[in-house]
Structure formats: C-alpha cells, structure tokens
C-alpha cells in the first residue's frame, strides 16, 4: 500500500492511524498515572506483617519498655527455673485483644497469669494505647520480688 504526503510523494508503509496513535498515548498516561497513585496507596491487610515481640523474663525483665504495632504479638516468655507471676495494670479487656494465649480464666480475661518455667503468654492488641504491668519474679516472695513497671506502647 501507498500512502502519499501532502506534497504529493509516495510512502511505503501503511498509514498509521490517527485512533491507533491517540489511543496508545491513552494508555501509556493510564499506565503510568496508576503507577504514580501506587505509592500512595495504603497496604492491604495481605501486605502488612504481624511482628512478635518478646519480652524476656530471667533475674529481671528485658526490656521493660517496648513499642510495637497494632496486631503485634506481645509475648512475655519465662526463661527461669521457677514461675513468675504477670499482671497487667491496666485492664483492657477482651474487646482490645485480637490474639490470647495464657490470660483466660474459666473462659474470661483476667489481667494476671503465672507463667511457668521455660514457657510464654502473649497477646495482640487490636487498638493503640499503653499497657503497663509488673512481674513478681519469685511467687512465693510477693514482697519482695517486683520488677520495676513496664509498659508496651502499641502505635
């Protein structure tokens, strides 16, 4: 096929079309507006990662100030040979708790749970706020065996 110029001279080639031309720019700008909007989008919950945060108990508590993430797994792990005995300060309450393991009572939350030696208790919070507690390192010895306050900040 030939396709001439204004002034008359032969082309080979089929002409492109003015639709074919227009509608590629079209997409080319859609494409690259989504891609522009794609870092302003925020995460699925499928993007997003659930962190465990240990809180570790021995001869103290380390460490007694943490920070973590809605939905992140609060974990107190009893590393010593004898159980301690947790207690939350603050009571929030099942509807607060996306996640429990250790702190139900006859199927109700209770803000305090012993731990036994070599093993954990955690939970996940589903909203922000501040949750201070203390461990009684020696059960036996109430009075004297209090770790300092901690508290977990959940952003």
């Not at 507006?33 to 240990?54: E, N």
């Amino acid at each position: 096929m030939l396709n001439r110029r204004r002034d008359g001279a032969a082309i080979r080639g089929p002409k492109p079309s003015r639709m074919l031309v227009s509608c590629s720019g079209a997409l080319l700008l859609g494409a690259l507006f989504a891609w522009s909007l794609s870092g302003c989008q925020s995460p699925t919950p499928s993007d997003t990662t659930i962190a465990v945060h240990d809180i570790q108990i021995r001869d103290g508590v380390s460490p007694l100030s943490l920070f973590a993430g809605v939905g992140d797994e609060i974990r107190w792990r009893n590393d010593q040979e004898e159980p301690v005995l947790l207690v939350l300060l603050e009571t929030r309450g099942a509807t607060d708790l996306s996640c429990n393991k250790g702190f139900s009572w006859f199927g109700q939350f209770t803000e305090h749970v012993t731990i036994e030696p070599h093993k954990s208790v955690s939970l996940c919070f589903s909203k922000p706020g501040t949750i201070r507690y203390n461990v009684w390192l020696d059960v036996e010895d109430q009075h004297h065996s209090m770790s300092p306050t901690g508290h977990v900040r959940i952003q």
